[in-house]
């Protein structure tokens, strides 16, 4: 037992509970927002949809850990051109347990658009400089130790260093990660720093309470304002409830869970923007077939990427990824799949990640059903493919025989001339499978009420009370891994909060 945490087994009854804060949701932004204000004296619950699963209950068993860990199982996707699988983590710690570890700033670009272009000036590098210290001190983002990161980075490497490519070295949350090639299981060496294992800790250390299995449903408002939130406490042996008072709601769900719970509860319809600007860093996979060992069982999921092409946002990473996936990647099925598996020691995996440039939405329909949309654009396809034919060529200057896509109609490339025919008759966007981890954007941060629904301090610019601090609020696409930005901006939010309900305690 981890004190602080209250598992179903460890109460009786319907619990009714009072808090200064309470946060809903322990990933990403909710553990950021709770250790930050237990820190400055508040008394604060954390409400977890998901169950506990610690260090060694994790394992390599993938339906096993599918099951336990993600929303769904895993097999949530998004509908439209061409649908995209994306995964949400549903646990203590969110998606955090199941993500690769890679922890990136948001690029200064970003930020200047966020400061001049929508007029969010406490986002600038220079004032956020300090809580991105702060997040990357509390999670351990660090480079991997020397022989940890695996063949296939160190293919990936030599393809863009014998091109001249410029490279970037991944730092990732992890202290002294063996390269197990997990990540996405979650980590069974306890290597990797998921929310579990960093902010939650801090607040525990100061008294912090979370539940697990409780699903809030509803958020409750008295005369307009957020007062507290109810909803089923999943015991599989009894139907229970809960109901949490506080002075302050801090949703922070995650980009998916957080607008429909908003939309369910009918709150922050002013502005039209609950659930819309939906991005998610759509990516296509690409394997290479190499004729000495590659063995990608071993190693990080990714140690570097080549960023020579993000000014034209397109970056391009290696990604080691479990056997059970790399299944997918190839074009064959019964026994041609099976003699092909067997190659599988001799494969890389890569992947090219794409800034979209459109948005999606989120709606609740009736009767709990979600509706994702997601269409990737023609503009983004002709990136997509450029981008692949970029790692294809990068994989052949590493020494790859043949390149795997995930084009329908190529298949396979055996050789760099065939990288021109993929640029003669370029693929649709109907023809390609995509992938995404990254969703963002849907409950947008904005300078004006009539452009997102968060104000600059995360407060709901419709509802007194209410906060949202998850990667719903990011103002915009980023580019790259978003764990450190949500957690710096839920920070942010934190601080702001926590001084505000000091000051009216004092008053
Ligand atoms: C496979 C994969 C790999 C990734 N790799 C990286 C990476 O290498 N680097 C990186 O920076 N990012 C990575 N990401 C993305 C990153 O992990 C997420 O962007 C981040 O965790 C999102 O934070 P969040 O707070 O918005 O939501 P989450 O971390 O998803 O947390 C939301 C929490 O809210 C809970 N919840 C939802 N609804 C309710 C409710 N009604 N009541 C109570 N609780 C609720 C959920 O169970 C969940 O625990 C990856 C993601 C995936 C899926
Ligand atoms: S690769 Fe490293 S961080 Fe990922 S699961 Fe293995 S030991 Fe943990």
Avoid at 101 to 116: A, F, N, Q, S
Avoid at 306 to 324: D, K, R, S
Avoid at 370 to 382: A, L, S
Wanted: charge should be neutral.
């Amino acid at each position: 037992m981890i004190e602080g945490i209250y598992e179903p087994h460890h109460t009786r009854g319907d619990l009714h509970l009072a808090c200064d804060v309470v946060v809903i949701g322990s990933g990403a932004g909710g553990a950021t927002v709770a250790a930050t204000l237990a820190e400055a004296g508040l008394d604060t619950i954390v409400l977890e949809e998901g169950p506990l699963y610690e260090t060694k209950e994790y394992s390599a068993n993938i339906p096993e850990m599918l099951t336990k860990l993600m929303r769904g199982g895993g097999s949530t996707v998004t509908m439209g051109r061409s649908p995209v699988p994306y995964l949400e983590g549903r646990c203590v710690g969110g998606t955090t347990v199941v993500n690769g570890g890679m922890c990136w700033r948001t690029p200064e670009r970003i930020l200047d658009e966020w400061v001049d272009d929508r007029g969010l000036h406490h986002l600038s590098a220079k004032r956020l400089d300090p809580h991105f210290e702060e997040v990357e001190r509390t999670i351990d983002a660090r480079h991997q130790d020397p022989g940890s990161e695996g063949r296939v980075n160190d293919l990936f490497y030599k393809g863009a260093t014998n091109l001249g490519w410029k490279l970037s070295q991944n730092k990732r949350n992890q202290r002294h990660c063996v390269g197990s090639n997990d990540c996405v299981t979650g980590c069974p060496s306890g290597a990797k720093r998921s929310t579990l294992y960093s902010w939650l800790p801090r607040f525990f250390a100061r008294g912090g309470r979370l539940y697990t299995h409780t699903k809030v449903k509803k958020i409750l408002t008295e005369r307009g304002r957020a007062v507290g939130v109810t909803g089923e406490l999943q015991d599989p042996y009894r139907k229970r409830r809960f109901r949490v008072r506080a002075r302050a709601v801090v949703v922070a769900c995650g980009a998916v869970q957080t607008p429909l719970l908003l939309q369910r509860n009918r709150l922050c319809r002013g502005s039209g923007h609950v659930g819309q600007n939906f991005t998610i860093h759509p990516n296509v996979k690409l394997a290479a077939k190499f004729d000495t060992e590659v063995n990608s069982l071993r190693g990080a999921h990714q140690a570097w990427q080549c960023t020579e092409f993000v000014n034209e946002g397109i970056l391009l990473a290696p990604g080691a990824i479990p056997l059970a996936f790399m299944s997918a990647i190839f074009p064959l099925f019964g026994q041609a799949l099976a003699e092909k598996m067997r190659d599988y020691r001799f494969i890389a995996t890569g992947g090219v990640l794409v800034d979209d440039s459109a948005s999606g939405y989120i709606r609740a329909l009736p009767f709990g059903i979600p509706h994702i949309h997601y269409d990737v654009t023609d503009v983004d396809q002709e990136k997509f493919v450029r981008a692949a034919a970029l790692l294809a060529e990068l994989y052949f200057a590493a020494g790859a025989k043949e390149v795997y896509t995930a084009f329908h109609h190529f298949p396979v490339l055996k050789s760099p001339d065939d990288i021109k025919r993929l640029y003669a008759h370029p693929p649709r966007v109907e023809d390609t499978e995509y992938f995404t981890a990254h969703l963002m954007g849907t409950c947008r941060m904005s300078s004006d009420p009539t452009q997102g629904v968060v104000d600059p301090d995360g407060r709901a610019w419709d509802v007194p009370g209410l906060y949202i601090a998850d990667a719903s609020v990011l103002p915009g696409t980023i580019g790259v891994n978003p764990q450190v930005t949500i957690m710096a901006i839920a920070r942010l939010i934190a601080l702001q909060l926590g001084e505000r309900l000091l000051a009216n305690r004092a008053a």
